[in-house]
């Protein structure tokens, strides 16, 4: 049913592309001024990035390992929220009618999303793209308490046949010729000591396995067995299968297996096109989920960090990938760390955020995040763990103990996510100041960051409050960690920064802690091309069209002034299509979102200039810009095209009295506004690249822009 409504959804669009037309323009040029909207260059900052654990099959499809639910864990079912923003509701206004659960439906799916059973083999592994609240991800099995001590069940597996073998066994593992493997497992006999094996299939057959393994002298006691595995043969999907023998039944737990060139667990293919995405700054590890989040589980060997919930998304968090995985992760691409901070409320003892009026409805209790200086203790501690030098401060030490002897240098601490849940304004803004006060009694030049959105009902919002935020935290908090439209809110928001700043001797300023590159002064879906059944956001969320959004937004978050430190445009990777790009298990790629982010982190555009009598709508959907490299050499022109139609830009530049000789452009492209990235199409959006010299007439440099394109020409 998704699936035909999805196919009708492109044939319903397309017709609809036309009304964004801008029709014939007439061919008034734009007069490029040789003022500055910023008395600085652009935040070096500006794009980054956002990632959020538990939440869309971000790590774990960009993490290396290759076993679902490696330690056997109950698998939270995904909660309403995630089905509502993922828009798997049949009907959003009515969940009666059910979701879907078959996921491949979906042009967003890839294999990075699958949920492969554990199942009793030969027998049924379910199909990995189906996911309901029903489904433990076991089949013929059943998971028990206890264990090795990794997470809070392990699986018995039992052979009750008088001469046959039989398995445990998992699809979905991706090999390929030429790479080695490693496994690791806690394995203990309930019985007698036994020898088993462990094999591996090509997916589907059971004749002749690609590779086996033998796993000696399982005893009574739970003990480690390991092996690598030197796969010089196939390329393809593979079925893990341990094997052992009749009439007898052992217990295991803490299951691994990864390629052994993984960078500090991340799949190389992943560090590589997350090179390309080059963020400025990262944040992690929420979003929501940060404000359950205890950074101790998530640190040190990977046998001692236990299993979590995702207690507001669903699903689980293996705590594979924490601080310091995330922190080699930025120093591949050279981006800044920022790390979101869970600020404790007593209201956090119980809390559930489908049902925020009664909180009991789940059985989760938090009584370790209720207290605000034990909080403001934690977070300290965090602090030294990344910042501080060994041997001078406990936390330090137990960084340098885990096998990271130099700093991780985290500058941006963000206090918590949407904390009007539990906070009101000034409260929190008090909050602020002990957490902040606390933090850098440990790093005095850490920059600490404020919440500033949001609101409780009934209440004026944060935004509204933000006077009388900054008048209790503004010497104590480094920047905003706002939600903005990169239009008015973002404007008004960052004058009221500016105007504390000039009178508090302050240099506060604004970022987008978690950015959507749609607008609250547009209807989102309409903005979007996805309104009613026909395209939801999730379909959008990967398309040109949006990407192009991105693009124009950027241009307005340019133009913003010297307070606008970064955005970060939510998310990474996977996250059903809200993303830059997708990890699918045969190889990563840029999404349409993340070709347009390729090109801005390299754009040298830096001094953006003003333009007589423009001062383009959010709404307008044909956009220029003007702009400065850093050092005032080269000129940079935007050209956001946004419509069906090749349209016309001429710009004037006689202002700035310098001659242009050579212009080269690049320009992103693709043939229809619904074009997305695919695993087998990954250059759907087009990249050109052309060189030559620059021509004028009268002063007027003029440039067709063809249509559904941005283009940048560099002028020198």
């Known amino acids: 049913m998704i699936r035909k409504r999805i196919l009708m959804a492109v044939a319903a669009i397309l017709p609809a592309v036309s009304l964004l037309a801008a029709g014939p323009r007439d061919e008034k040029p734009f007069i490029v001024t040789a003022e500055e909207y910023s008395k600085t260059p652009l935040s070096p900052l500006l794009y980054g990035n956002f990632i959020e654990l538990g939440y869309g099959r971000q790590v774990e499809a960009m993490y290396s390992e290759m076993l679902f639910n ?19 509701y049949f009907d959003e206004s009515d969940h009666e009618k059910g979701y879907e659960k078959d996921w491949s439906v979906f042009d967003w799916y890839h294999s990075g999303y699958e949920h492969n059973s554990w199942y009793a083999a030969p027998g049924d592994p379910g199909k990995g793209s189906v996911i309901f609240d029903e489904e433990t991800f076991f089949h013929g099995l059943t998971p028990s308490e206890g264990g090795s001590g990794h997470g809070k069940q392990c699986l018995t597996v039992s052979n009750e046949e008088d001469s046959e073998r ?30 088993a094996q462990i094999r591996f299939f090509k997916q589907g057959e059971w004749d002749n396995p690609i590779a086996a393994f033998p796993i000696k002298n399982i005893n009574a006691e739970f003990s480690r067995k390991e092996f690598v595995f030197e796969n010089t043969s196939f390329d393809g999907y593979a079925t893990f299968s341990l094997w052992i023998p009749p009439k007898s039944s052992l217990t295991v737990d803490d299951f691994s297996l990864k390629p052994t060139d993984n960078y500090y667990g991340w799949r190389p293919d992943v560090v590589e096109v997350f090179k390309k995405v080059n963020p400025g700054v990262v944040r992690f590890p ?66 559930d955020v489908d049902f925020p009026d009664g909180q009991n409805k789940l059985d989760y209790e938090f009584p370790k995040f209720m207290s605000l200086t034990e909080g403001a203790k934690a977070a300290a501690d965090w602090v030294a763990y990344c910042n501080l030098p060994a041997g001078s401060h406990p936390m330090a030490d137990l960084r340098v103990s885990h096998g990271f002897t130099e700093p991780f240098g985290v500058k941006f601490w963000e206090l918590d996510n949407e904390v009007f849940r539990w906070f009101e304004a000034e409260d929190y803004a008090w909050a602020a100041v002990v957490y902040s006060r606390e933090m850098k009694k440990v790093d005095p030049t850490i920059q600490i960051g404020l919440s500033s959105y949001g609101g ?27 939600r903005g439209d990169a239009g008015e809110t973002t404007r008004t928001m960052i004058g009221k920064l ?19 590159a749609y607008n609250t002064d547009v209807k989102r879906d309409a903005y979007n091309m996805a309104s009613g059944e026909e395209a939801t956001k999730s379909f959008m969320f990967s398309k040109w069209l949006y990407a192009l959004n991105l693009l124009k937004n950027f241009m307005s978050f340019q133009r913003m002034g010297e307070e606008m430190l970064f955005v970060n445009v939510n998310n990474l990777a ?50 220029v810009q003007a702009a400065w490299d850093k050092d005032r050499e080269r000129l940079v022109l935007y050209i956001c095209n946004r419509t069906g139609e090749k ?24 043939d229809s506004p619904v074009a997305m990235n695919t695993l ?22 003029k440039v067709e822009a063809p249509a559904w394109s941005f283009t940048e020409l560099i002028l020198k």
Request: hydrophobic fraction near 35%.
């Open 647 to 670: 349209l016309p830009a001429i710009f004037d530049l006689n202002a700035l009295g310098t001659t242009f000789k050579t212009c080269s452009l690049t320009r992103l492209q693709a």
């Open 286 to 351: 929420g979003g929501c989920f940060a404000s359950f989040y205890d950074w101790k589980e998530g640190v040190g060997p990977l046998s001692e960090r236990v299993p979590t919930d995702s207690y507001f998304w669903g699903g689980q968090n293996y705590n594979d990938v924490g601080t310091a995985e995330f922190a080699m992760l930025c120093k591949a691409a050279g981006s800044e760390m920022m790390l979101c901070v869970n600020v404790y409320h007593p209201s956090k003892r119980r809390y």
């Open 166 to 195: 039989l398995a445990l066994a998992q699809d979905g593992k991706f090999l390929v010729r030429g790479k080695s493997y490693s496994f690791s497992g806690m394995f203990k006999s309930e019985g007698e000591p036994f020898d």
């Open 498 to 516: 500016r105007e504390y700043n000039a009178a508090n001797s302050t240099s506060i300023k604004y970022c987008d802690t978690e950015w959507l």
């Open 574 to 623: 996977n996250t059903h299509s809200q993303c830059v790009m997708d990890t699918p298990k045969e190889g990563a790629y840029l999404t349409a979102p993340g070709k347009a982010m390729e090109f801005l982190s390299r754009s040298p555009a830096a001094r953006v200039l003003k333009i007589k009598d423009y001062d383009p709508s959010m709404k307008e959907d044909f956009q």
């Open 456 to 482: 409780r009902p009934g209440k004026p919002g944060y935004h509204a409050d933000l006077a009388k935020m900054l008048q209790i935290a503004g010497k104590d908090i480094d920047f905003l960690a706002d």
């Open 70 to 88: 490696r330690s056997f864990e109950h698998f939270l079912p995904y909660r309403d929220i995630n089905k509502s923003w993922y828009d798997l």
């Open 680 to 701: 087998e199409n990954q250059d759907a959006i087009k990249v050109s690249n052309t060189a030559g010299k620059a021509h004028f007439k009268k002063g007027l440099f």
